[in-house]
């Protein structure tokens, strides 16, 4: 039996596909996935965003995921191989949240996580008993090692992902983790990801990828963890909560233990339109002081924002450049608010009736698809790309990743931030939003 798994790639108009000469985040799945199945399968990869669908192949079973609007084209892989008789089984994110649309193009419907949902579907496979739906929630998160092979053999940057855990203890209206979670948080045991590790550093890497929803989910074992990380001495990269910034401890132990850059959802500078979206835990009028102590602590920070919340106004969307230049956030990268079907915040704008475009395939958080408060929906637009604009000008770039005290410590690493921050520049005037593929 032969298995072809794909990672979609997003469109960036309806009929150009979003491609890379490298792939620098990588998913874990393909990885986990191939390390699931029994010794009589073959599995295979394709990670489109580098490379072309094979419409041709011999694979039994065909296996499509893709991340946010990367699902319009995995709508359209399914189709193209349900044309040619093939089984068709979709998961993933954005599956998980639209199980009964997704069920329409395809034989079988994973929803969230596959650890063992995978292995029996292959087994239901093998009897032809294939179910069109597969739900079986993890208790525990272990799986075996990752099969890195399979992505070391593609056009990749030079780290591989590891996760330690799953979930979020947070609840943003906004958030497919936390419709799938309802704020829990799988760890992993310490020795299982330091067995992972240990193989991406075998496999002659220094850095990896914690791929994690947020690292800081539970203090007591994230500081367990880092010590055991410091003594491989790796780099790597993740993505929490802000709030990281408050606890001194933590901080320092993260940083100590290799970590050279951590990722936040900021969301906005507005604390009304925090509270609309579920997250008044986080406070503005404290952003730059947490960010200040992070990069402190040697650690650059990137950020991932929306707009478009019942708080912001033209204004303040204008304000948000600014404040990202001054912060010197070396990679920001924006989005505006969408109603994702599944999350509280679909249910919110649907009741209110404020959901002006009702095509859900055409949802890619570059356009505004509600009706906001404060300005229209083609102002909400054209501010998001004059963001955009704006916060990748060629000073702004040069002022976020050259011109700060980080430079002198890690010279190496500024120029690496110059050359991504020059190269989403490229894309933004292509009409691409920079995106984590």
């Not at 089984?87 to 994973?110: F, H, I, N, Q, R």
Request: proline share 4%; hydrophobic share 40%; charged share 25%.
């Amino acid at each position: 039996m032969k298995i072809l798994f794909i990672q979609s790639t997003p469109y960036h108009n309806r009929d150009q596909l979003v491609k890379k000469s490298r792939l620098y985040f990588v998913g874990l799945a393909p990885a986990i996935l191939s390390a699931l199945c029994p010794p009589d399968v073959e599995f295979e990869v394709c990670l489109e965003t580098i490379e072309a669908v094979d419409f041709d192949t011999d694979a039994d079973l065909i296996a499509i995921s893709g991340m946010g609007h990367a699902i319009v084209r995995s709508i359209d892989i399914a189709k193209a191989f349900k044309a040619r008789g093939k089984t068709v089984v979709m998961g993933g994110y954005m599956v998980s949240l639209m199980p009964e649309e997704a069920a329409k193009y395809c034989d079988s419907v994973v929803i969230g996580d596959a650890e063992i949902s995978f292995p029996t579907l292959i087994e239901d496979y093998k009897q032809g008993k294939l179910k069109p739906l597969y739900d079986m929630p993890l208790k525990t998160l272990t799986y075996p090692t990752p099969d890195y092979r399979l992505l070391t053999q593609k056009k990749i940057g030079d780290f591989l992902p590891v996760q330690a855990g799953r979930g979020c203890p947070h609840a943003c209206s906004f958030c497919s983790v936390y419709c799938l979670y309802k704020n829990k948080y799988y760890k992993r045991d310490i020795e299982e990801v330091i067995r992972d590790i240990k193989a991406v550093k075998a496999l002659g890497y220094k850095k990896f990828l914690l791929l994690d929803d947020n690292i800081f989910s539970d203090t007591d074992y994230l500081l367990d963890l880092c010590k055991a990380i410091k003594d491989l001495k790796m780099q790597w990269l993740s993505q929490c909560s802000i709030n990281i910034a408050d606890h001194a401890q933590v901080l320092k132990a993260v940083a100590d233990s290799g970590c050279i850059a951590l990722s936040f959802g900021i969301e906005s500078i507005t604390q009304e339109s925090l509270m609309h979206m579920k997250k008044a835990w986080a406070k503005v009028d404290r952003y730059g002081e947490q960010i200040r102590k992070i990069q402190a602590a040697g650690i650059d920070v990137s950020t991932e924002m929306v707009i478009g919340a019942d708080g912001d106004t033209l204004e303040s969307i204008k304000a948000t450049a600014t404040f990202i230049i001054d912060q010197k956030i070396t990679v920001p990268r924006f989005y505006i608010l969408t109603p994702i079907p599944g999350t509280l915040f679909f249910d919110e704008m649907e009741a209110a009736g404020r959901i002006v475009i009702k095509d859900i395939y055409s949802y890619n958080g570059t356009m505004a698809v509600h009706e906001p408060i404060h300005m229209s929906m083609d102002a909400l637009t054209e501010a998001y790309w004059d963001l955009y604009k704006e916060v990748f000008g060629i000073r702004a770039i040069i002022k976020r990743t050259l011109i700060r005290p980080q430079f002198f410590k890690q010279p190496l690493r500024s120029l690496f931030y110059l050359y991504v921050n020059l190269y989403y520049r490229y894309q933004i005037h292509q009409g691409i939003t920079p995106n984590i593929i």
